[in-house]
């Protein structure tokens, strides 16, 4: 049986301690394909950093890798196109050298482009704590360049029958290495007769793309190569404008406006500016305006009538807009967890985004002062009537993302000639389900809101706030079961954990909802549980240590007491003797930092454990701006200089309320 995929990884100088060039390398080794049906091509631009040799080591053993050593030409435009020209697999795969490719793959991505018969297979990506581009929200057997957005996905990270590449000569052309690739992907778009999407496999992870500088008349001259692909393969009409919107947006306006506008030193500034305006008259009709987003009408009416200045200007004022997330309820329903939100877009002060109204249409208002624009460039109207909220959550570890179903509405009100539009609704987590059909993954979940205001969008983590409560209980979902808690993180952002590794991390998970109760000479500590198994769930001791110099522990037995699964959680209740003296067999006054010993092994609780002079204790969950509470005690002033004290600083601050509320300002 012949080469199945081939995989073309352009290298140049990754260093001896680069960790993602690595893990690339592994990922490429460990694929599930049987060795014999793919290969790997590295093709090295002369890296001078022990990369050639490490290279030809791994080659020397791996008779599926082969290292092709080129002249130094610091572009991966010419490793690629050696690359494609040796290459003997059906399909080629194309990766930089910092991405990562999951193990099943190259397996996935080869039999579902064979199965849909593609020309390109477009597999799952992930690009930092991104949320997913939406052409991958299902499969698609046969995709759409504008209707399934696939001008989002504009980087090389496709799997592309090699055939096809070679009858419409299709290659990396010699231009600005970003626009290079975009070009190559563009021409496969507008020329493949199939495309498919993978979107329920996790297929290459990646990383994060090397800075580069701006040459204002390289710059240009990739984007006139990509608007030459886009008029030799597209006839004149909607389709083909949207195109040529598409680049007018990412390599005009996006330059144009917000930090890359606004790093730039005065000359740089200039220069990209007079050579895109130059761009935009010859090659970017206003007739392309009606495809762009509102702030994007606006840029493009200000680089066609030069006025540089008041770009800046705009560019200033518009920073700072996000977007402010209610969490108004959590709770669960038959084994999925409901998510009530309100959000809403909101200025650099916090105050909401509005629209003026003129008769039944809405226009937006440039922040600026003074800037007028014509009628319409700020009409909204049709975009504000698509306004929505998207909810995603995202893996801590890995980064993998998902979006939850979300229903609600969008509502408005009205105040004078002021409107303004927020969003409300449910969403639903289903960990059977969430990840396209199939269950999430173990781990911690981070949940996340995006709004869509019809002048803006922005992002950010579902947050409580002072005050808020949550309710630990945990339930088993999905098929097979699995154990899933809600909880605050550090910063009071809702996170969902999945399935934790044991009953200890399930505590710890929700330690910071400790209490004391005070009773006869000893206190009573509850830490809730969050799932009580139906053994009851493992003998457990609660470990205090004191933070001094003398380091004194003492260990108690804990109670486990089972909550009403799905309603309220158990708790964990241990004794502790106290007096107002040292001694053993009891704690005394200090710091003191807890442990769960469960089966021999102790896990670290995120609170401590406050003892006063007077008898009285109290739990302390972190707390700004001081180490335990707003007046530091003397004793937590002195934690800081004495052995492990210094981490009980570091573990006060960042156990801060995950399910109790703040206390209240003095």
């Not at 090389?156 to 070679?166: G, M, N, Q, S, V």
């Not at 496999?201 to 886009?230: K, Q, Y």
């Not at 200089?641 to 573990?651: C, E, I, K």
């Amino acid at each position: 049986m012949g080469v199945k995929v081939s995989v073309v990884v352009p290298v140049s100088e990754p260093g001896p301690d680069d960790d993602a060039f690595d893990a690339c390398v592994r990922s490429l080794l460990e694929q599930s394909m049987p060795s014999d049906e793919y290969e790997v091509i590295f093709a090295d631009d002369r890296s001078g950093d022990g990369t050639r040799e490490r290279l030809d080591a791994v080659a020397a053993v791996r008779p599926n890798v082969r290292v092709l050593h080129l002249e130094h030409t610091g572009s991966p435009a010419r490793g690629r196109n050696v690359g494609l020209a040796v290459a003997q697999g059906e399909y080629v795969y194309l990766l930089s050298q910092r991405d990562r490719l999951e193990r099943v793959a190259l397996e996935v991505m080869y039999r579902t482009a064979v199965e849909t018969d593609a020309d390109v297979l477009i597999g799952r990506l992930v690009t930092g704590d991104n949320p997913p581009p939406r052409a991958f929200t299902r499969n698609r057997e046969r995709a759409d360049v504008l209707r399934d957005r696939l001008l989002g996905l504009p980087t090389a990270h496709k799997l592309f029958r090699r055939a096809f590449l070679d009858t419409r000569e299709i290659r990396f052309s010699d231009i600005d290495p970003e626009l290079s690739e975009q070009a190559f992907v563009i021409e496969a778009y507008l020329t493949a007769k199939v495309i498919a999407i993978l979107a329920d496999h996790i297929c290459c992870h990646v990383g994060p793309a090397p800075d580069r500088t701006v040459d204002p008349a390289v710059h240009v001259s990739g984007i006139r190569a990509i608007l030459d692909i886009i008029d030799a393969h597209s006839d004149p009409g909607d389709q083909r404008d949207r195109l040529r919107a598409h680049w007018f947006r990412t390599g005009v306006l996006r330059l144009l406006g917000g930090r890359p506008l606004l790093s730039a030193r005065s000359d740089q500034r200039a220069a990209l500016f007079a050579a895109l305006r130059q761009l935009t008259a010859e090659r970017f009709g206003e007739e392309l305006d009606r495809h762009l987003p509102v702030h994007l009408r606006a840029r493009a009416v200000l680089v066609r009538s030069g006025e540089l200045g008041r770009l800046v200007a705009l560019s200033e004022a518009s920073r700072g807009t996000s977007v402010r997330a209610e969490l108004r309820d959590v709770r669960w329903e038959e084994g999925t967890l409901l998510l009530d939100l309100a959000v809403e877009i909101v200025g650099a002060e916090g105050a909401p985004v509005t629209f003026r109204a003129e008769g039944d249409r809405l226009h937006w208002t440039p922040p600026l002062d003074g800037l007028a624009l014509p009628p319409e460039v700020t009409d909204v109207t049709e975009a504000v009537a698509r306004a929505r909220m998207e909810v995603y959550i995202r893996h801590m570890d890995n980064g993998l993302i998902y979006f939850l179903p979300v229903a609600g509405e969008v509502c408005r009100s009205q105040e004078g000639d002021r409107v303004r539009v927020w969003a409300v609704g449910r969403a639903r987590l289903d960990v059977g389900t969430a990840a396209l059909g199939r269950s999430l993954r173990p781990g911690e979940w981070e949940v996340h809101v995006r709004m869509h205001s019809g002048a803006q969008q922005a992002r950010t983590r579902v947050a409580g706030h002072r005050g808020d409560q949550l309710s630990c209980v945990g339930v088993l979902a999905g098929q097979p079961h699995k154990l899933i808690i809600p909880c605050w993180s550090d910063q009071r952002e809702l996170s969902v954990c999945v399935e934790p590794r044991s009953f200890s991390e399930s505590i710890v998970l929700v330690s910071p909802g400790a209490s004391i109760t005070h009773r006869e000479g000893h206190v009573f500590v509850v830490l809730p549980v969050p799932y009580v198994p139906p053994s009851g769930g493992p003998p457990a001791e609660l470990v205090l240590r004191q933070i001094a110099s003398r380091g004194r522990v003492i260990a108690v037995p804990a109670l486990v007491e089972p909550g009403v699964p799905g309603r309220f959680p158990g708790q964990l209740v241990a004794k502790v003797a106290v007096r107002r003296f040292p001694g053993e067999g009891h704690i005394g006054p200090g710091l003191w930092t807890p442990r769960l010993r469960v089966d021999g092994k102790e896990v670290d609780l995120r609170f401590v454990l406050e003892m006063g002079r007077g008898g009285k204790a109290r739990i302390q969950a972190g707390g700004e701006p001081g180490l335990l509470s707003a007046r530091r005690s003397i004793l937590g002033r002195l934690a800081s200089h004495v052995p492990g004290g210094r981490y009980a600083v570091r573990l006060a601050h960042a156990v801060q309320q995950r399910y109790l509320p703040s206390p209240p300002p003095d």
